[in-house]
């Protein structure tokens, strides 16, 4: 994204794109354009593995006639004229669908705030190898580390434009710095890999490289010699902050308005009722600055707000796009509208599940005995049911205190009642576009030997 003459540029492309398919016979229609770059270098053992670069202006063009709707997509140098009457040819013969329309004019932002969501620095190739060196370097360093399985940084930048038929014109973009290292500890049958990484919109935010390094080495050198544990009931479970933001991505799942729509999700009959813990609130807020899921409008043109979609452990929000509101009934996009490729389906911004008032020590202290999780194996979440069971590896809690590492366990419950039993520290990282602190959930089975 260099500069603001090209997106004048891809703006005025999308406008006559509308236009063009106003004339052949669409009654409303968007456009957008989805633009990125990217280059990454990987590197393994002090060696570079890969260097990539790649850059994409990918256009779409959605049409509709009365309840008809088509898509269509193509790259930049397309034919404007024929690319506009093959949707709407494509529209005529498409099957009705009630639910397809453009955001209610009403809705649409008048103006939208600058979120300072791109950092203009720009990173060389030899500068990701660096740090992609640097992290592997400080990883291996670590006593205990045998192996490295890769290193890798990476610099890239996005954005949207849209312009709709009935008054939307807009852009922003935004870009994301990130670095990662995965380091292997201990040998032979005894081996254990852990890793960690860093991502932020501006580059000077990132974590050092040489501390990256250290605490992947120091995460799997703490796995090594691992032991099993016996089968029990009504456990309590400490999800580290990474497992976490999982959880709380399975409660962005359950009240997401298509799945409430489709009847896929556990909680699609719960509005307005207590879902979570009392005392526990989530809220999604799309216009933090500099937040790591902001975005000045939706992918239909609509600003949203901050809203608490869980207040006081009561559900009072969906995520919603226009179609999707429609769809349940008697309710209006709330600007949660997401653009994949030509599709709009409704998802989280800054999605965050408020901390509480102890620190995670003192978290792990109240626990007493129980099992803390740092990583989680396979799919084992149903979200019509809400049963779940996922393998996991982490450490025992004896005495309020992190003690030998675990592997090979199962860990299971129901969502529904999990979501009734967690209880968070304080420790929340909001520079995830899912953020969570430290969870302790009660009740939860464990099936070791």
Not at 73 to 98: C, H, I, T
Request: charge should be negative; hydrophobic fraction near 40%; charged fraction near 25%.
């Amino acid at each position: 994204m260099s500069s603001e003459i090209d997106s004048a540029t891809l703006l005025s492309r999308a406008s006559q794109l509308i236009d063009l398919a106003r004339k052949a016979g669409a009654d409303a229609a968007d456009a957008v354009v989805v633009r990125s770059r990217a280059q990454s270098v990987s590197v393994r053992l002090g060696k570079v593995e890969g260097t990539e670069s790649s850059e994409s202006d990918d256009f779409s063009l959605r049409v509709f006639i009365g309840n008809r709707v088509a898509n269509v997509s193509a790259n930049p140098g397309f034919d404007l004229q024929a690319l506009a009457e093959r949707a709407v040819a494509m529209a005529k013969v498409s099957p009705e669908d009630p639910f397809a329309c453009l955001a209610d004019e009403a809705d649409l932002a008048k103006t939208y705030p600058d979120l300072e969501l791109f950092d203009p620095t720009e990173v060389s190739s030899v500068q990701l190898r660096d740090a992609a060196l640097a992290m592997e370097e400080a990883a291996l360093a670590v006593p205990g580390v045998s192996n490295s399985s890769g290193s890798g940084a990476s610099a890239g930048m996005g954005g949207m434009v849209l312009v709709t038929s009935h008054g939307f014109a807009g852009h922003y973009k935004g870009s994301r710095f990130s670095r990662s290292v995965s380091v292997i500890a201990g040998e032979g049958t005894g081996m254990e890999r852990d890793y960690d990484f860093d991502s932020r919109l501006y580059f000077s935010e990132l974590d050092a490289a040489e501390d990256i390094g250290r605490r992947a080495g120091e995460r799997a050198v703490n796995r090594i010699n691992p032991r099993q544990v016996p089968t029990g009931k009504d456990l309590t479970v400490v999800f580290d902050p990474r497992i976490a933001r999982g959880f709380v991505g399975h409660i962005a799942g359950a009240i997401n308005g298509a799945s409430v729509a489709r009847k896929t999700s556990f909680l699609r009959d719960k509005m307005g009722q207590p879902v979570l813990k009392t005392g526990l609130s989530i809220t999604d807020d799309p216009l933090i600055v500099r937040g790591p899921a902001s975005r000045p409008f939706d992918g239909e043109g609509v600003s949203g707000k901050r809203l608490v979609m869980i207040e006081d452990g009561v559900l009072k929000h969906w995520f919603l796009s226009t179609s999707t509101a429609r769809e349940i009934g008697g309710l209006r996009t709330n600007g949660r509208g997401s653009r994949g490729g030509t599709a709009v389906s409704p998802s989280s911004t800054n999605l965050a599940l408020e901390p509480g008032d102890i620190s995670p020590e003192e978290l792990i202290r109240n626990v007493g005995n129980g099992f803390y999780v740092t990583e989680l194996i396979g799919q084992g979440v149903n979200m019509i049911t809400g049963e779940y069971s996922r393998g996991a590896t982490g450490f025992w809690i004896e005495n309020g205190e992190l003690t030998f590492p675990v592997s090979e366990v199962t860990i299971a419950s129901n969502l529904k009642d999990m979501f009734m039993r967690v209880t968070p520290a304080n420790d929340i990282d909001r520079n995830f576009g899912v953020a969570a602190p430290t969870l302790a959930i009660e009740g939860m089975t464990l099936a070791g030997r």
